[in-house]
């Protein structure tokens, strides 16, 4: 049911699902300023990280087809492309598909936040619509590689790495002949139902049928100049709660038995380290409160990205904010608990 209360310090849309049935559902604030569209649940939302989720689910599924292990060495398999790719001397022989899944591989981070203040700052003052394939990102991690004191020495042990889910994108590029967006267009999105689901540019028009919520910072300038003119491996899918409800019960092993993906997914859930913001799987965020409870985030300028999904109960909850100098906390407060 769609809810008609009023928010004093939030912007966008929310969305509690049992399954892929909607139970409540809300939005506020305005999609557009300029032309004072509202926000809606019809509208596409930037997801910034909540993305690695996406990237995460299109690897298991090179994986599930046998087309890659996740113990493969990522050198060896983009090192098929150096005209591609480069030498790659930045990558070692030792990082697999595994631990880049899992922020364990010690690969550097083009976007390292403990190093660089935002993305702008990443790039050095380059123009954001110049990075577009994930090849295009590998110079920026490579230079982080040569600032290094001392290089891999975080293999093994939990480190966000951006830089690691663009090499992902690279990977499933590198597998499936494709690009990493069409890809998970025709693997994830489509196949799961995940109609307002997609990589789109700022700067083209949207498919027939994607109305797009803009992101505004809290200087009230919109983000298309703040993050990548589109998104890739390590964030910037678009999506809306109703499409995260059907992800979320495209890939849950337990509604999908007879899959090959089953068991891929099974593992990518499990904890197998301490991350920053709970547990870590491959791909995926497990609460420390309640490891019932996978989930995915993001965060990028004018954008907070939350999606919750309760293996017991198979309900979600998904959050899509659009104003940086907005915040969650009333949705948390009122519906959080719904999906335990």
């Given at each position: 049911m769609s809810n008609e209360t009023q928010f004093r310090h939030f912007s966008g849309v929310f969305g509690v699902f049992d399954g892929t049935q909607p139970v409540e559902t809300g939005e506020a604030g305005l999609a557009d300023r300029s032309f004072s569209v509202p926000n809606g649940q019809a509208l596409s939302y930037q997801t910034a990280s909540g993305t690695k989720g996406f990237t995460a689910a299109a690897v298991l599924s090179l994986a599930a087809q046998g087309k890659i292990s996740l113990d493969d060495s990522v050198k060896s398999i983009l090192g098929r492309d150096p005209e591609k790719y480069g030498q790659l001397q930045w990558i070692s022989e030792?990082?697999?598909v595994r631990s880049l899944l899992a922020h364990t591989s010690g690969i550097p981070d083009y976007f390292d936040e403990d190093h660089v203040e935002d993305f702008d700052d990443a790039l050095g003052g380059e123009a954001n619509y110049h990075y577009e394939r994930p090849e295009q990102f590998f110079p920026l991690a490579e230079a982080a590689w040569k600032k290094q004191e001392e290089p891999y020495a975080s293999a093994g042990r939990f480190k966000y790495s951006n830089g690691g889910f663009v090499v992902l994108a690279a990977v499933v590029e590198a597998v499936s002949?494709?690009?990493f967006g069409a890809y998970v267009n025709g693997h994830i999105f489509r196949p799961f139902g995940m109609d307002h689901s997609g990589f789109f540019r700022f700067d083209e028009q949207a498919p027939e049928g994607i109305l797009r919520a803009s992101s505004y910072q809290e200087n009230g300038r919109s983000n298309i100049y703040a993050v990548p003119v589109i998104g890739g491996g390590d964030g910037g899918a678009y999506t809306n709660p109703s499409d995260m409800a059907r992800f979320w019960n495209g890939l849950d092993p337990d509604l999908i038995s007879?899959?090959?993906?089953?068991?891929?997914?099974?593992t990518a859930w499990t904890p197998l380290q301490e991350g920053d913001d709970g547990l870590y799987g491959l791909g995926f965020w497990i609460s420390s409160k309640d490891p019932r409870i996978v989930f995915l985030e993001g965060f990028d300028p004018g954008v907070q990205f939350f999606s919750y999904y309760n293996r017991a109960s198979k309900r979600s909850l998904t959050i899509c904010l659009n104003d940086?100098?907005?915040?969650?906390?009333?949705?948390?407060?009122?519906?959080?608990?719904?999906?335990?």
């Open positions: 030792a990082v697999t002949g494709g690009s007879d899959s090959s993906m089953a068991d891929l997914i099974r940086e100098s907005m915040n969650c906390d009333e949705v948390f407060a009122r519906y959080y608990s719904m999906i335990g």
